[in-house]
C-alpha cells in the first residue's frame, strides 16, 4: 500500500512539474512573439490610406430637387411590368 502511496505522489509531482513547465514556455513564447511584433510595427509601420472625398455635385442635386427623375423612370417602369406580371384574371 505504501508503494502505491508513493506511486501516486509522485505522479501528482511529475503532473504538477509538467503544468508549470508547460504554463512558463507559453509565457515566455506570448512574451517573446510580442517583442517581436513591437519591433516590426515601429520597423515597417502601416501605410496611412487618404480617402477619396465622395462627389457631392451629385448628392446635392438629387437633395435639393427630391428623387432624381431616371430614379423615379425606373421605378415606375419595374412597377407597371409587376403589374403586368401579375394581373389577375
Request: charged letters at 15%; zero cysteines; glycine letters at 4%.
Amino acid at each position: 500500500m505504501e508503494h502505491l502511496t508513493q506511486l501516486f505522489i509522485d505522479a501528482g509531482i511529475l503532473m504538477l512539474t509538467g503544468m508549470v513547465f508547460v504554463f512558463a514556455f507559453l509565457g515566455l513564447l506570448v512574451i517573446f512573439i510580442n517583442n517581436v511584433l513591437l519591433k516590426l510595427a515601429n520597423a515597417y509601420p502601416d501605410p496611412i490610406i487618404q480617402s477619396k472625398r465622395p462627389a457631392r455635385a451629385n448628392n446635392a442635386k438629387v437633395s435639393q430637387q427630391g428623387v432624381s427623375p431616371s430614379i423615379v423612370a425606373a421605378i415606375s417602369s419595374a412597377v407597371s411590368q409587376y403589374r403586368q406580371q401579375h394581373r389577375k384574371k
